[in-house]
């Protein structure tokens, strides 16, 4: 993927997420992601969410085999990528958004 396609489509997601967050349903699902436990998260929802697309637009399924695609060739345009296991977390728990 290249830099002006991930740019639209995290823009595209963002807006999407702003647009539905302004609904009562779109509040719930907000408040279901953003969890009372643990640490904070350290990626936006629309970031874990673009995240999730380019990885089943890649067809890649094994999550450490993406992760370490993530980290040398996305860290760039997700700075706060967290470590593997906080992001194996935030990648099956937030599928349900995707």
């Not at 907000?30 to 380019?54: C, F, M, Y």
């Not at 996305?74 to 700075?79: G, L």
Request: aromatic share 16%; net charge positive.
């Amino acid at each position: 993927m290249n830099e002006t396609t991930l740019i639209t489509l995290y823009y595209i997601i963002d807006d999407f997420v702003n647009t539905l967050s302004k609904t009562s349903y779109g509040q719930k699902m907000l408040e279901l992601w953003k969890s009372k436990r643990g640490p904070q998260r350290q990626l936006s929802l629309s970031e874990t969410i673009a995240l999730n697309i380019i990885r089943f637009y890649l067809h890649i399924f094994d999550l450490k085999a993406f992760f370490r695609l993530a980290e040398n060739s996305y860290k760039v345009y997700f700075p706060s990528l967290p470590n593997y296991g906080a992001c194996q977390i935030v990648c099956v728990n937030d599928f349900l958004m995707v």
